[in-house]
DNA sequence: CCATGTCAAGGTCAC
DNA sequence: GTGACCTTGACATGG
C-alpha cells in the first residue's frame, strides 16, 4: 500500500501549480510556468521519496491552459527532456502517479461542446503521463458527471462515450464514486457495460451509497481493475469536524483513518489522501500504517 | 506591501 | 427562470 496526497507541497516553498490569468496569455508566460512546474513537481516528488510518501497526484495545471484553443505553444516538443526525467525518476523509484482533472470536465453532458472540450482536456492529461513514459497503471480520474433529468440516459451517454474515447486515453481513465449522484454500485454497474475501473473514494461513499459496508464496496471497486492498471486506486478523507456535511477534513482524522484501515485488512490497494494540509497528513497516515503492519 | 476581487471551463438545488 | 452554492488557492490589481 502506496500512501499519497494531491498537486500541492506545503513544506518545500515551490509550486508545480503555478498558473497565470488567460488574459496575460504568452508564449513566454507558458515557458515560465511550465518550467518552473515541472522542476518544482521534481523537488516534490525527492521530498515524497525521502518521507517514504509513494503516491502523488500531478496537478492538472501542470501545463496551464494545455487544453485551451489559445495554447499554440509546443510544450510537449520544448519539455519533452524534462517530462521524460521526471517520468525516469518516477518508475525508478516506484512512485505511484495519478491526475484529477476537475468537474468542467464532464464526459456525459448533453451539450456537445463540453463533451468536445471534456474529451481535449483528458487527452492533455494523457499526453502529459504519455510524454514521461509512464504505464498505464498512472490514472486519470473523473466523475461519471451530471444527471440532466435523466439518470438512464445520462448513464447510456456516459458509456457509449466511453467507448469512443481514443485508446490513450481509455487506458488511463478510471470513474470515481461521488457524493451526491453516482455511487459505487452505480459506478460498478457502468463498469460492467464498458468495462471502465472504478476508484473507490471511501468518504464520498460515506455520503452516498447503496448500502453495502465500506469493505463490501471497496472490494467490489477493486475488482474492477485489471492487470494494466496496476493496484487498484482509492481516494480517502473523513468529514470536516462542525463544516457542512460532505467538507474535507483540515487534517487527518487518526481513529477514523485506522479504523477505515482496519475494515480493509488484508487488501492490497493505493490510498490518495484528500485532506487540507497535505503532506502533513501524508506523513501521519504512514506512521499508522506502520505501526499496523508491525502489530 | 497588503487587501481584496476575481479567475476557462458546469451542474444542482432552492426558490 | 434566476441565483446561491459547490470549493479553492493563488493571480492580479488597486490602494
Known amino acids: 500500500m502506496r500512501i499519497g496526497y ?7 516553498g515551490c509550486q508545480s501549480d503555478a498558473t497565470f490569468r488567460l488574459a496575460s496569455y504568452s508564449n513566454s508566460m507558458m515557458e515560465a510556468k511550465v518550467s518552473g512546474n515541472l522542476a518544482c513537481l ?3 516528488l525527492e521530498y515524497n ?4 510518501i509513494l503516491f502523488f497526484r500531478i496537478s492538472s495545471q501542470l501545463v496551464p491552459f494545455a487544453s485551451h484553443p489559445i495554447c499554440d505553444f509546443p510544450w510537449r516538443r520544448r519539455f519533452l527532456g524534462e517530462l521524460k526525467s521526471v517520468g525516469e525518476y518516477v518508475r525508478k523509484k516506484g512512485i505511484r502517479i495519478s491526475m484529477h482533472p476537475d468537474q468542467f470536465v464532464l464526459l456525459n453532458s448533453p451539450d456537445l461542446g463540453v463533451h468536445e472540450r471534456s474529451v ?7 499526453e502529459a503521463l504519455d510524454a514521461m513514459g509512464l504505464a498505464p497503471d498512472a490514472k486519470v480520474q473523473i466523475h461519471v458527471g451530471g444527471v440532466y433529468g435523466d439518470r438512464a ?11 469512443r474515447l481514443p485508446s490513450a486515453i481509455r487506458k488511463r481513465l478510471v470513474i470515481e464514486n461521488d457524493d451526491r449522484l453516482y455511487a459505487v454500485s452505480d459506478c460498478i454497474r457502468i463498469h460492467e457495460t464498458c468495462g471502465v475501473p472504478v476508484l473507490f473514494d471511501s468518504f464520498h461513499h460515506e455520503c452516498l451509497n447503496a448500502g453495502e459496508s465500506v469493505r463490501e464496496a471497496l ?6 481493475w485489471g492487470n494494466a ?5 482509492t481516494d480517502y478523507s473523513s468529514q470536516a469536524p462542525g463544516g457542512r456535511s460532505g467538507k474535507h477534513a483540515e487534517t487527518i482524522d487518526l481513529a477514523h483513518f485506522e479504523k477505515y484501515l482496519h475494515s480493509a485488512k488484508k487488501l492490497d490497494f493505493d490510498v490518495m489522501l484528500e485532506i487540507k494540509d497535505k503532506e502533513k497528513s ?8 506502520r505501526k499496523m503492519n508491525k502489530g
Open 229 to 233: 492498471d496496476g493496484v487498484p486506486m
Open 282 to 289: 501524508a506523513i501521519k497516515a504512514l506512521s499508522i500504517l
Open 6 to 12: 494531491p498537486c500541492i507541497n506545503r513544506s518545500i
Open 42 to 44: 521534481q523537488r516534490i
Open 120 to 126: 481535449a482536456e483528458l487527452a492533455y492529461h494523457c
Open 49 to 52: 521519496l525521502a518521507k517514504g
Open 153 to 163: 440516459a445520462a448513464i447510456a451517454r456516459f458509456e457509449e462515450r466511453y467507448r
Open 219 to 224: 472490494k467490489a471497486a477493486m475488482g474492477t
